[in-house]
């Protein structure tokens, strides 16, 4: 079961790396109306120039929710001393993983597998829609002339529509949803949910609603900034918002059990034998009663209640 799941991490991992650097899986081209304002907003220049840029939401996506996983579990392990009896078979009988690195490594191991499956989701719905970016005709720089532009109802579906530079173009048509509002989202609905369910607070009770609210308000700012600055629609940030945080509670409530403590479980109970003669199993029969012994019965009971009728 453990090589089984490293194989399908593999094929994860792999499956995004596809759907972000190679060819294999071609945008869908979508055609456009001539003048058309929702894509008319100017160029704001590649990702790595944004105000929060890829970078920046790659690396918060990946230190926060491990920094604070790593010190839930360590503070967890050395406070709750019923984790001491978990253990895991990992190849044989006398493998075992310590109880603190087994949740370490389950809870990264999701949390590492959602990430991925976030950018799946996200790179597929980019690809298979095509939807325009509201700087796409910046980019694009159709020449209306030749394509015979009057008005704004005339739609173009020429694919060689486009003079501008056919990176920034394919870029271009990959709107819906957003990708990095949808990785931001992810890692802060996960990570909140492992603060609300494992950490336990004494003395304050705004210690896990102020964390909790500040990292959402950080995945929301992803979305706005991208907004604002014209590389993505409301709607595809709305999208992303649903997807990671989809993928998230999904993990959380139905793959790791919203983060419970495991326990062993209860070793099993072996009928009692019957009591041997000599060596020699007694075989339980079954019992049935007598007409006999329920005429008698009846007659105990009878005389019983005639003595005690004559002592009264």
Not at 142 to 164: D, F, M, V, W
Request: charged share 15%; net charge positive; aromatic share 12%.
């Amino acid at each position: 079961m453990f090589y089984f799941q490293l194989v399908i991490m593999a094929g994860t991992v792999l499956l995004a790396y596809y759907f972000e650097y190679t060819d294999t899986f071609p945008v869908h081209i979508q055609g456009f109306f001539c003048f058309d304002k929702a894509f008319s907003k100017p160029y704001p220049g590649p990702d790595e120039s944004s105000n929060v840029p890829p970078v920046l939401v790659y690396s918060l996506v990946a230190a926060i929710p491990t920094i604070t996983i790593l010190a839930g579990e360590v503070m967890v392990f050395f406070m709750r001393s019923e984790g001491m009896l978990e253990k895991t078979i990992v190849t044989a009988d006398c493998c075992y993983f310590n109880p603190l690195l087994r949740r370490i490594v389950r809870f990264l191991g999701v949390y590492t597998f959602g990430v991925f499956t976030t950018t799946i989701f996200a790179s597929a719905g980019q690809v298979v829609t095509g939807n325009q970016t509201p700087h796409f005709l910046s980019a694009c720089r159709p020449n209306y002339t030749a394509l015979g532009c009057h008005s704004n109802l005339q739609y173009i579906t020429e694919r060689k529509a486009c003079t501008g530079n056919p990176l920034i173009v394919a870029s271009a048509r990959k709107s819906f949803p957003s990708k990095d509002a949808a990785l931001s989202v992810f890692s802060a609905v996960y990570t909140v949910m492992y603060v609300t369910l494992v950490f336990r607070t004494k003395g304050t009770r705004l210690t896990k609603p102020t964390l909790s609210l500040t990292l959402l308000c950080l995945a929301m700012l992803v979305g706005v900034v991208r907004v604002a600055e014209y590389r993505n629609h409301w709607a595809d940030v709305l999208a992303g918002y649903f997807t990671g945080g989809a993928i998230a509670v999904f993990l959380v409530t139905c793959v790791i059990n919203s983060f419970q403590q495991t326990k062993p479980p209860p070793m099993p109970v072996r009928p009692q034998r019957p009591e041997s003669v000599l060596g020699m199993p007694m075989v339980a029969l079954p019992c049935v009663e007598s007409p006999l012994e329920k005429l008698s019965g009846t007659q105990v009971r009878g005389g019983s209640g005639l003595v005690a009728g004559l002592h009264t």
